[in-house]
């Protein structure tokens, strides 16, 4: 399997849930990201990692929780999120974090439907 | 402030139809990056180009071309002779600069939509 994949594609949940997005990738890339994607709003970073450390939460809720055990994989953890929390969450990578290394590669995201 | 618009929300042209998507920045650093993601119905972002602020030669690659003008802070994107596969939504982004330079931090437009019709 190659590029970055990422589980489930769909997720509904309620208010009170707790829930798990999970991103792999299989690039060998050193940094991971998540991003947000609503409709009519560009994309929204969320929380960058570097060789598992977290370098970047941009003033992201504590509904959401991010976790890097490795540089492969990467969660995002939620629980008691708000309907506006519904959205395509998008995991990319990328080979380090500076202007000259390679660009992000996506994974196909998942559709979280907050009811 | 750094910032991207693509002023085109929407676009439909037909089958073999040429097709240019508008993209301006704004930033106030000397480096940057600049690209253009593709996202087709399947969710994912498609890498297309990336361009460094250096580099104002155009690129062609198939019926892809771009058109990087610092003049006008644009760096359009055109699809020649279009094709239904070609039908996706197009983001372009401009890499948020840090203290270091150019990072791999991307700020997206809001994206166009473009339908190709058969």
């Known amino acids: 399997e190659t590029g970055v994949t990422q589980t489930p594609r769909h997720l509904v949940m309620g208010m009170t849930n707790k829930k798990s997005l999970k991103c792999e990738q299989h690039?060998?890339?050193?940094?991971m990201y998540w991003y947000k994607q609503s409709a009519k709003k560009p994309l929204e970073l969320m929380f960058v990692?570097?060789?598992?450390?977290?370098?970047e939460n941009n003033s992201v809720p504590s509904r959401f929780s991010p976790e890097c055990p490795n540089s492969s994989h990467l969660f995002l953890h939620l629980h008691t999120l708000q309907p506006e929390d519904s959205a395509l969450y998008l995991c990319?990578?990328?080979?380090?974090?500076?202007?000259?290394?390679?660009?992000?590669?996506f994974g196909n995201g998942t559709r979280l439907t907050v009811t | 402030a750094q910032k991207v618009t693509q002023a085109q929300t929407e676009i439909s042209v037909v089958e073999k139809e040429d097709v240019t998507l508008d993209c301006v920045y704004e930033t106030r650093d000397t480096t940057y990056y600049l690209f253009w993601y593709k996202q087709p119905p399947s969710g994912e972002l498609v890498f297309l180009i990336r361009r460094n602020s250096f580099d104002e030669q155009n690129e062609i690659s198939g019926r892809y071309s771009w058109n990087f003008q610092k003049s006008t802070s644009s760096f359009n994107f055109t699809i020649t002779a279009s094709q239904v596969v070609d039908s996706a939504v197009y983001f372009c982004?401009?890499?948020?600069?840090?203290?270091?330079?150019?990072?791999?931090?991307?700020?997206f437009g809001t994206g166009t939509l473009l339908a190709v019709q058969p």
């Open positions: 690039l060998g890339h050193n940094a």
């Open positions: 990319a990578s990328s080979q380090g974090l500076g202007w000259d290394n390679s660009p992000l590669h």
């Open positions: 982004a401009l890499s948020e600069n840090s203290a270091g330079g150019a990072t791999n931090k991307l700020i």
């Open positions: 990692y570097n060789f598992k450390e977290q370098t």
